[in-house]
């Protein structure tokens, strides 16, 4: 498969009072052309930090230390200048964020937000830029789009904002759309709405999507393929239902139990002990064996490589090792795996 | 179950709850009954701007209650009351709030945020017996008594929602309302503090009413649930009976809209959008009735009898 974005090697720090924190470390992923990637993973496990070093939007105090972000033939790495980003941010790759209340001007109409983008990136003036500004309003699925275009935010709900939001991201026919937690602020009947209009968007634009999420049932219903991320760093990767429903790696089978639909009503619900590692220290081994119950004592030695599962699937666990005792995952998933096999057959 | 023996804690009849006033006022609460028995999770659920923080706003008397009465223990805690008694439901009713961030006052220290509640309503006899009730409290909800001198920030997002559920166990109530407790929370988080809120409730025969908006947490967490769709309740009902046989079609278009984990289902699923104008109300006016024992549903005469149907033929099948 072609892929669009290629991540490789990749380290990001950050420097705070003194001190370096590893934010990314050492990861590579490919996102593949017309695919939609989901990255999963807890606050503070690097998920936000990764997608804003392939736009260029990386706090100040944070730095690529070493690895590459292949995009077109340019290193994105490399890039320096507020000019060199210009090219590709929001053009080539853009973005929606999680919260649309804060993501757009309230002083603006949401027309004229739009018609901005049109106009600094599609070369497009007057009469034919506002066109296209209806065009796009029309396509992220508002209606009467002439009164709605004079209107200004604060006249919106959530869920037509999130779609103003979307239009200014698609405004420039980018190759590649990230989206940032982009219904975590919304109600789950809009959230499917969304979800929906964006999975539309993708087929009819030939986009290639990065979905961030910490939502499993999102993922499910938007996502080709996952990444999970943990400290920093990717633990598994491989297509949707292999993830779900043959996941290899601890910390994955964790994520999944801990769901409440695979809780047993009036039990308790499996929970994840312990707290993540400070990334202010250097990690050794498998960032997760500290609240692994099934770690191995190489898990707190050596960094485990990934492990191939099938030709799409890698899992960075030990447990995959030829010499690795055999582990069976929780109860709760063998029920759970079972299912999917059930419906994969059907 | 509509067990008549069983103890009703809170009843909620028929509260309207209305804000602004003359040509701008708006019925954000229309003519809600329900009753909270003692020891149950209440699930209250809706979209953004259906009331269902308001009502539970309305129960902890944040927000006066335009007509209708609440009552606690079969008394009336809306409007005017004695002194004693209100003394009494501040202490009994608690509230745990959604954003653990925002809720707790950052210039203070943990031991005050706890004793808050403690001072202004004279619970304690001794400066040692304020300390003693909340490390007591710390202990209970999974922190250590020495965090009492922290600051908030200090603490992660789980441990800044435990500091606010620690901070309304110590006044011993009976009845805590729990809005939106972990939707601000990571997964793995949340487990954790659902976790403790079970465990809680059972030592301490606590009643909930949990407001939410993730449904896969409110099957999971609740007895009873009900469905509110723009201030009005539209159906009410043991919480698995309501997820497996939603009658009402907003509840329906609800709970379809609910992500599952599962990817082949969720490719499958067609999105279902609940239209308010299918109802024919006009002529025929709808009203909140007990369907099934223990399962309301506001619908009108026509509707009743559909359902009605719906119900024997899921009978017959059984």
Redesign the interface.
């Known amino acids: 498969m072609e892929s669009t974005l290629s991540i490789q090697n990749l380290v990001i720090k950050f420097k705070l009072r003194g001190q370096t924190l590893t934010a990314i470390r050492d990861i590579s992923l490919d996102l593949y052309k017309g695919e939609s990637l989901a990255i999963v993973g807890?606050?503070g496990s690097g998920k936000s930090v990764l997608v804003k070093s392939i736009m260029g939007l990386l706090d100040k105090n944070g730095y690529i230390d070493s690895g590459k972000i292949l995009y077109n033939g340019h290193d994105l790495a490399k890039f320096k200048t507020e000019k060199d980003w210009l090219k590709i941010r929001g053009k080539q790759i853009a973005m929606v964020t999680q919260d649309p209340m804060t993501s757009l001007n309230p002083l603006k109409t949401v027309g004229k937000q739009i018609e901005e983008s049109v106009v600094l990136h599609q070369n497009l003036k007057g009469k034919e830029a506002y066109e296209k500004t209806l065009q796009l309003l029309r396509d992220v699925g508002i209606h009467e789009v002439e009164r709605r275009y004079k209107q200004y935010p604060h006249e919106f709900s959530?869920g037509m904002r999130q779609r103003i939001v979307i239009a200014i991201a698609v405004a420039c026919n980018p190759d590649v759309l990230i989206c940032d937690e982009p219904t975590t602020a919304l109600?789950?009947?809009?959230?499917?709405?969304i979800?929906?209009l964006l999975t539309n968007l993708q087929q009819k634009y030939g986009l290639s999507t990065i979905y961030i999420t910490?939502?499993?049932?999102?993922?499910?219903?938007v996502?080709d393929r996952i990444a999970v991320m943990y400290a920093g760093d990717i633990i598994e990767v491989g297509k949707?239902?292999e993830v779900?429903f043959n996941a290899k790696h601890p910390y994955t089978w964790?994520?999944?139990s801990?769901?409440?639909?695979?809780?047993e009503?009036g039990e308790?619900?499996?929970?994840?002990k312990g707290?993540p590692p400070n990334l202010f220290k250097e990690i050794k081994g498998d960032a997760f064996a500290p609240r692994n119950q099934y770690a191995l004592k190489i898990d707190f030695v050596e960094r485990p490589p990934f492990f191939k599962v099938s030709d799409t699937h890698f899992a960075r666990t030990w447990l995959l090792d030829l010499k690795a005792p055999k582990v069976e995952p929780p109860k709760v998933l063998q029920a759970f795996f079972e299912?999917?096999r059930r419906?994969?057959n059907? | 179950m509509s067990n008549p023996r069983k103890e009703k804690l809170i009843e909620v009849k028929n509260i309207d709850i209305i804000f602004g006033s003359g040509k701008k006022q708006f019925k954000a609460v229309d003519d809600v009954s329900f009753d909270i028995y003692k020891g149950e999770t209440f699930g209250l659920v809706g979209?953004?701007g259906s009331g269902k923080t308001t009502i539970g706003r309305a129960i902890m008397r944040i927000n006066p209650v335009s007509n209708g009465e609440i009552l606690f223990h079969g008394q009336k805690i809306n409007g005017r009351i004695p002194k004693a008694w209100d003394k009494e439901i501040t202490q009994k009713i608690q509230m745990i709030f959604q954003d653990p961030g925002a809720s707790l006052n950052e210039r203070a220290k943990v031991d005050y945020i706890i004793s808050e509640g403690l001072i202004s309503n004279k619970r304690f006899k001794s400066e040692e017996e304020r300390m003693q009730k909340v490390k007591d409290a710390l202990l209970e909800v999974g922190l250590l008594p020495e965090f009492a001198s922290r600051f908030p920030h200090e603490f992660?997002?789980g441990q800044r929602q435990r500091i606010g559920i620690a901070r309304s166990l110590v006044m011993e109530p009976e009845f805590i309302v729990a809005d939106e407790p972990i939707s601000a929370l990571?997964?793995?988080?949340?487990?954790?503090v659902?976790?403790l809120l079970?465990n809680l409730q059972e030592q301490k025969n606590l009643t909930y009413l949990f407001i939410a908006?993730?449904?896969?947490?409110v099957?999971?967490?609740t007895d009873r649930t009900a469905v509110i769709y723009k201030g009005k309740i539209v159906e009410l009902g043991e919480t698995?009976k309501l997820f497996n046989n939603p009658l009402h079609p907003y509840t329906k278009?609800?709970m379809?809209?609910?992500?599952?984990?599962?990817?082949?289902?969720?490719?499958q699923?067609t999105?279902q959008?609940?239209d308010p104008t299918q109802h024919r109300y006009e002529e025929d006016p709808p009203e909140f009735v007990e369907i099934e024992a223990g399962h309301f549903v506001l619908a009108n005469k026509e509707e009743q009898l559909t359902y009605r149907q719906q119900i024997e033929k899921r009978g017959s099948l059984v």
């Open positions: 807890e606050s959530g109600d789950v009947t809009i959230q499917a709405q979800l929906q910490h939502d499993l049932g999102v993922v499910a219903k996502a949707t239902d779900f964790a994520l999944i801990s769901l409440p639909q695979l809780g009503k308790e619900l499996y929970s994840i707290t299912e999917g419906y994969a059907e | 979209e953004s992660s997002g990571d997964v793995s988080i949340r487990a954790q659902l976790n079970s908006h993730d449904l896969s947490i099957r999971f967490i698995e278009a609800l379809a809209a609910v992500p599952e984990p599962n990817p082949y289902k969720e490719r699923k999105l959008v609940y």
